[in-house]
């Protein structure tokens, strides 16, 4: 079993990342501006898509930060946006790549609406492809170096699209290089720019709550997928938990933003201990470490005894670190008490 996940891991590893060129000619060439929109929040689901237009995948390898909207409706349609944090620059177009005219805002929006779901195809193009003859003759230090996002769309990039950034970055799968994931995790905070922007952001708790509801709802859908692409979509909801698991994440979160965040991780808890084909253990570890996290920042948990206490506070540096040998015995925090206990606590944070 061990082996077959780390194979999983290393033919998503390889078969990972998109190329393109890093001009943003495009970007100001574009008058249509509108506002944005609700769809940004409630449909960014990341999909591959092999069948994308050649027209369109000019324009994907042409811009390196660029929301690619697909929907089926009235014979297929595309909707492309050049987002940053204040405004978003905007173009509808047919499957064959005739330019729409833009509606009037409202027009627009219950459009999007009436088509919904429309799925998020692309956000944004790293300048290197994994396994391209220019990825095999860099150094990983070169690599890392090329994959840094630049200054100008580091900085205005929308939160909830640095998410999905982050979640495609060609290095994120070294999180399971180490068997504590917290470590992996933070290493790659040391490395990509894009995780550090990321992690630093005031504004994290709303486009976190929103991607952990959004992307629990493809559970379904992903039964229908390749293997390698169920694999994908489970182990980046794993490094998605890392994020979330952060201080700087649930430090944000209010009261009512907790308590939805723990709500969703209970339910999505349930839906991954319900289909152990689709999930692997490492999900439902990642969604503990979410609840310890919480337990440790918001304190008064009823430890057993100061044994717990000292194993719990390892587990929190380490998650690794859940089983210790002491005068010849052996002791484990996950006990079922130990994690009852949990369960009732997070149930009654209010």
Not at 174 to 201: I, K, P, T, W
Not at 284 to 308: C, M, Q, S
């Amino acid at each position: 079993m061990k082996a077959k996940f780390l194979l999983t891991i290393l033919a998503i590893a390889t078969m990972s990342g998109c190329s393109s060129d890093s001009s943003d000619d495009s970007i100001g060439n574009i008058e249509t501006i509108i506002s944005a929109t609700p769809l940004q929040k409630a449909f960014y689901i990341a999909e591959d898509d092999n069948s994308q237009p050649a027209w369109l995948q000019e324009k994907i390898k042409n811009s390196p930060y660029l929301k690619v909207y697909h929907s089926e409706k009235d014979g297929g349609r595309y909707l492309l946006e050049y987002p940053n944090r204040l405004q978003t620059v905007s173009e509808l177009y047919n499957t064959d790549g005739q330019l729409q005219a833009m509606p009037t805002q409202e027009a627009f929006d219950a459009a999007l609406t009436a088509s919904a779901p429309w799925t998020c195809t692309h956000v944004y193009t790293y300048p290197i492809e994994v396994g391209s003859d220019e990825w095999r003759g860099l150094s990983v230090q070169e690599r890392q170096a090329r994959l840094q996002l630049p200054d100008n769309l580091l900085v205005n990039m929308r939160t909830e699209d640095l998410i999905l950034v982050c979640l495609d970055y060609p290095f994120a799968f070294e999180l399971f290089a180490f068997d504590d994931f917290q470590r992996g995790f933070m290493l790659l905070h040391e490395e990509f720019n894009g995780l550090r922007e990321l992690m630093s952001r005031n504004d994290l708790a709303e486009p976190f709550l929103s991607y952990l509801d959004v992307n629990w709802q493809k559970a379904g859908s992903m039964k229908s997928k390749e293997s390698l692409a169920i694999g994908q979509y489970t182990l980046m909801t794993v490094v998605f938990k890392y994020m979330l698991a952060q201080d700087a994440a649930i430090n944000q979160m209010n009261s009512s933003q907790l308590r939805s965040m723990l709500d969703l991780c209970m339910r999505n808890d349930q839906i991954e201990q319900s289909d152990p084909e689709t999930w692997s253990g490492v999900n439902l570890e990642a969604t503990w470490y979410i609840y310890a996290k919480v337990i440790h920042n918001k304190g008064g948990f009823p430890f057993k005894d100061d044994r717990e206490k000292r194993m719990f506070d390892a587990y929190i540096e380490h998650p690794r670190f859940f089983v210790i040998e002491e005068n010849g015995e052996i002791y484990q925090l996950f006990t079922d008490d130990f994690k009852e206990r949990v369960i009732t606590y997070i149930k009654n944070i209010a």
